[in-house]
Protein backbone atom coordinates (compact mmCIF):
# COMPACT_ATOMS: atom_id res chain seq x y z
CA UNK A 1 0.00 0.00 0.00
CA UNK A 2 2.10 2.85 -1.71
CA UNK A 3 -0.36 5.87 -0.25
CA UNK A 4 1.38 8.90 -1.92
CA UNK A 5 4.58 8.66 -4.12
CA UNK A 6 6.80 11.67 -4.90
CA UNK A 7 9.69 11.43 -6.88
CA UNK A 8 12.36 12.88 -7.44
CA UNK A 9 12.99 12.96 -3.64
CA UNK A 10 16.20 15.32 -4.05
CA UNK A 11 16.76 18.08 -7.29
CA UNK A 12 19.11 20.65 -7.89
CA UNK A 13 18.09 22.89 -11.06
CA UNK A 14 19.64 25.90 -12.27
CA UNK A 15 17.74 29.42 -12.63
CA UNK A 16 15.95 29.15 -16.08
CA UNK A 17 15.72 25.85 -16.00
CA UNK A 18 11.86 23.97 -16.02
CA UNK A 19 11.32 20.40 -14.67
CA UNK A 20 8.39 18.13 -13.28
CA UNK A 21 7.88 16.75 -10.14
CA UNK A 22 5.90 13.86 -10.30
CA UNK A 23 2.89 12.77 -7.24
CA UNK A 24 1.19 9.14 -7.55
CA UNK A 25 -1.46 7.80 -5.29
CA UNK A 26 -2.88 4.58 -5.15
CA UNK A 27 -6.02 5.17 -2.83
CA UNK A 28 -8.96 6.49 -5.25
CA UNK A 29 -8.78 9.78 -4.07
CA UNK A 30 -10.52 12.81 -6.48
CA UNK A 31 -8.73 15.58 -4.29
CA UNK A 32 -5.05 16.43 -4.67
CA UNK A 33 -3.27 19.29 -3.79
CA UNK A 34 0.62 20.66 -3.95
CA UNK A 35 2.07 22.30 -1.09
CA UNK A 36 5.73 24.10 -0.36
CA UNK A 37 7.00 24.46 2.77
CA UNK A 38 9.37 27.37 3.54
CA UNK A 39 11.20 27.70 7.06
CA UNK A 40 8.76 29.45 9.80
CA UNK A 41 5.99 29.33 6.98
CA UNK A 42 3.84 26.36 7.47
CA UNK A 43 2.52 25.24 4.56
CA UNK A 44 1.47 27.36 1.59
CA UNK A 45 -1.26 25.61 -0.98
CA UNK A 46 0.06 25.99 -4.67
CA UNK A 47 -2.32 24.43 -6.89
CA UNK A 48 -5.51 21.69 -6.28
CA UNK A 49 -7.92 19.45 -8.26
CA UNK A 50 -10.93 18.02 -7.14
CA UNK A 51 -10.92 15.41 -9.43
CA UNK A 52 -9.41 14.25 -12.90
CA UNK A 53 -9.53 17.24 -15.35
CA UNK A 54 -10.22 19.58 -13.04
CA UNK A 55 -7.47 22.33 -11.26
CA UNK A 56 -7.76 25.80 -9.63
CA UNK A 57 -4.80 27.77 -8.23
CA UNK A 58 -4.10 28.06 -4.38
CA UNK A 59 -2.53 30.86 -2.15
CA UNK A 60 1.11 30.98 -4.48
CA UNK A 61 0.75 29.66 -8.04
CA UNK A 62 2.74 31.54 -9.81
CA UNK A 63 5.58 30.34 -11.73
CA UNK A 64 4.03 26.76 -11.56
CA UNK A 65 1.86 24.36 -13.36
CA UNK A 66 -0.20 21.57 -13.20
CA UNK A 67 -2.71 19.05 -14.75
CA UNK A 68 -4.61 15.88 -14.01
CA UNK A 69 -5.34 13.33 -16.73
CA UNK A 70 -6.06 10.74 -14.41
CA UNK A 71 -7.39 10.26 -10.99
CA UNK A 72 -3.57 8.78 -9.89
CA UNK A 73 -1.69 11.32 -10.88
CA UNK A 74 -0.83 15.36 -10.52
CA UNK A 75 2.40 16.43 -11.47
CA UNK A 76 3.58 19.61 -10.79
CA UNK A 77 5.78 21.79 -13.53
CA UNK A 78 8.13 24.70 -12.58
CA UNK A 79 8.55 26.91 -16.33
CA UNK A 80 11.28 28.47 -15.46
CA UNK A 81 13.23 27.56 -12.17
CA UNK A 82 13.69 30.50 -9.54
CA UNK A 83 16.06 31.31 -6.70
CA UNK A 84 12.80 31.81 -4.72
CA UNK A 85 11.60 28.74 -5.60
CA UNK A 86 14.11 26.93 -3.60
CA UNK A 87 11.77 24.63 -1.43
CA UNK A 88 10.27 21.64 0.08
CA UNK A 89 7.54 20.06 -2.60
CA UNK A 90 4.73 17.84 -0.68
CA UNK A 91 2.22 16.66 -2.74
CA UNK A 92 -1.12 15.16 -1.06
CA UNK A 93 -4.30 13.50 -1.12
CA UNK A 94 -8.01 13.26 0.48
CA UNK A 95 -10.96 11.30 -0.49
CA UNK A 96 -12.73 14.56 -1.36
CA UNK A 97 -11.64 17.67 -0.13
CA UNK A 98 -9.68 19.58 2.65
CA UNK A 99 -12.66 18.57 5.04
CA UNK A 100 -10.95 15.43 5.48
CA UNK A 101 -7.21 13.87 6.61
CA UNK A 102 -4.88 14.64 3.79
CA UNK A 103 -2.33 12.09 3.38
CA UNK A 104 0.92 13.55 2.60
CA UNK A 105 3.91 12.03 0.27
CA UNK A 106 7.67 12.47 1.64
CA UNK A 107 8.40 15.57 -0.42
CA UNK A 108 10.74 16.64 -3.30
CA UNK A 109 13.73 19.21 -1.61
CA UNK A 110 14.79 21.47 -4.55
CA UNK A 111 17.40 23.46 -4.28
CA UNK A 112 17.72 26.58 -7.67
CA UNK A 113 20.97 28.02 -7.87
CA UNK B 1 -1.45 34.59 5.25
CA UNK B 2 -1.96 32.08 8.12
CA UNK B 3 -5.18 31.11 9.59
CA UNK B 4 -3.70 29.18 12.13
CA UNK B 5 -1.10 29.93 14.84
CA UNK B 6 1.07 27.55 17.72
CA UNK B 7 2.33 28.45 20.36
CA UNK B 8 4.54 27.98 21.45
CA UNK B 9 7.21 27.73 18.71
CA UNK B 10 9.22 24.74 20.32
CA UNK B 11 8.95 22.11 23.51
CA UNK B 12 11.38 20.27 25.36
CA UNK B 13 10.29 17.58 27.48
CA UNK B 14 11.83 14.62 29.34
CA UNK B 15 10.33 11.05 28.42
CA UNK B 16 7.10 10.07 30.04
CA UNK B 17 5.87 14.04 30.60
CA UNK B 18 3.01 15.74 28.86
CA UNK B 19 3.38 18.20 25.72
CA UNK B 20 0.63 20.50 24.98
CA UNK B 21 0.26 22.87 22.40
CA UNK B 22 -1.97 25.38 21.60
CA UNK B 23 -3.18 26.34 17.86
CA UNK B 24 -5.39 30.00 17.33
CA UNK B 25 -7.13 31.07 14.34
CA UNK B 26 -9.06 33.75 12.79
CA UNK B 27 -12.05 32.57 10.75
CA UNK B 28 -14.67 30.83 11.85
CA UNK B 29 -13.90 26.78 10.36
CA UNK B 30 -15.66 23.76 9.62
CA UNK B 31 -13.24 21.72 11.18
CA UNK B 32 -9.55 22.07 12.34
CA UNK B 33 -6.92 19.48 12.01
CA UNK B 34 -3.69 18.27 13.60
CA UNK B 35 -0.38 16.73 12.19
CA UNK B 36 2.75 15.29 12.71
CA UNK B 37 6.04 15.53 11.05
CA UNK B 38 8.98 13.81 11.40
CA UNK B 39 11.96 15.25 10.29
CA UNK B 40 12.48 14.52 6.59
CA UNK B 41 9.19 12.77 6.35
CA UNK B 42 5.64 14.31 5.02
CA UNK B 43 2.93 15.58 7.35
CA UNK B 44 0.74 12.76 9.15
CA UNK B 45 -2.62 13.15 10.17
CA UNK B 46 -3.35 12.61 14.24
CA UNK B 47 -7.00 13.88 14.23
CA UNK B 48 -9.69 16.16 12.92
CA UNK B 49 -11.99 17.26 15.40
CA UNK B 50 -15.32 19.26 13.70
CA UNK B 51 -16.51 22.86 14.71
CA UNK B 52 -19.48 20.85 16.89
CA UNK B 53 -17.22 19.05 19.01
CA UNK B 54 -15.37 20.28 21.80
CA UNK B 55 -13.02 17.29 23.11
CA UNK B 56 -11.77 14.03 21.19
CA UNK B 57 -8.92 11.47 22.09
CA UNK B 58 -6.97 8.85 20.44
CA UNK B 59 -4.45 6.79 21.98
CA UNK B 60 -2.33 8.85 23.79
CA UNK B 61 -3.87 12.15 22.36
CA UNK B 62 -6.34 14.62 23.52
CA UNK B 63 -7.70 17.36 21.23
CA UNK B 64 -9.72 20.41 22.49
CA UNK B 65 -11.54 22.70 20.60
CA UNK B 66 -12.72 26.04 21.77
CA UNK B 67 -15.00 28.07 18.77
CA UNK B 68 -15.77 31.13 21.24
CA UNK B 69 -11.57 31.67 21.43
CA UNK B 70 -10.65 30.45 18.23
CA UNK B 71 -8.30 28.16 19.87
CA UNK B 72 -7.54 24.62 19.94
CA UNK B 73 -5.06 22.06 21.77
CA UNK B 74 -3.36 19.04 21.30
CA UNK B 75 -1.99 16.98 24.64
CA UNK B 76 0.44 13.98 24.54
CA UNK B 77 0.62 12.58 27.25
CA UNK B 78 3.00 10.23 28.50
CA UNK B 79 5.47 11.16 25.59
CA UNK B 80 7.86 8.77 24.42
CA UNK B 81 11.07 9.52 22.36
CA UNK B 82 9.02 8.71 19.23
CA UNK B 83 7.30 11.77 19.96
CA UNK B 84 10.20 14.02 19.17
CA UNK B 85 8.44 15.83 15.96
CA UNK B 86 7.06 19.27 14.67
CA UNK B 87 3.32 19.35 14.80
CA UNK B 88 0.78 21.58 12.74
CA UNK B 89 -2.65 22.78 13.09
CA UNK B 90 -4.69 23.46 9.68
CA UNK B 91 -8.10 24.97 9.56
CA UNK B 92 -10.22 25.58 6.62
CA UNK B 93 -10.18 28.37 5.02
CA UNK B 94 -12.39 28.79 1.76
CA UNK B 95 -10.53 26.31 -0.28
CA UNK B 96 -7.65 25.48 1.21
CA UNK B 97 -6.35 24.22 4.48
CA UNK B 98 -4.36 27.07 6.39
CA UNK B 99 -1.35 25.52 8.42
CA UNK B 100 0.27 27.59 11.30
CA UNK B 101 4.59 27.25 11.53
CA UNK B 102 4.64 24.27 13.96
CA UNK B 103 5.31 23.44 17.51
CA UNK B 104 8.73 21.67 17.48
CA UNK B 105 8.78 19.00 20.10
CA UNK B 106 11.74 17.40 21.55
CA UNK B 107 11.53 14.42 24.22
CA UNK B 108 14.63 13.62 26.06
CA UNK B 109 15.52 10.33 27.23
Known amino acids: NAGVTQTPKFQVLKTGQSMTLQCAQD?????MSWYRQDPGMGLRLIHY???????DQGEVPNGYNVSRSTTEDFPLRLLSAAPSQTSVYFC????????????FGDGTRLSIL | SQQGEEDPQALSIQEGENATMNCSYK?????LQWYRQNSGRGLVHLILIRSNEREKHSGRLRVTLDTSKKSSSLLITASRAADTASYFC?????????FGAGTTVTVRA
Open chain 1, 92 to 103: ASSQTGLHQPQH
Open chain 1, 49 to 55: SVGAGIT
Open chain 1, 27 to 31: MNHEY
Open chain 2, 90 to 98: ATDEDYKLS
Open chain 2, 27 to 31: TSINN
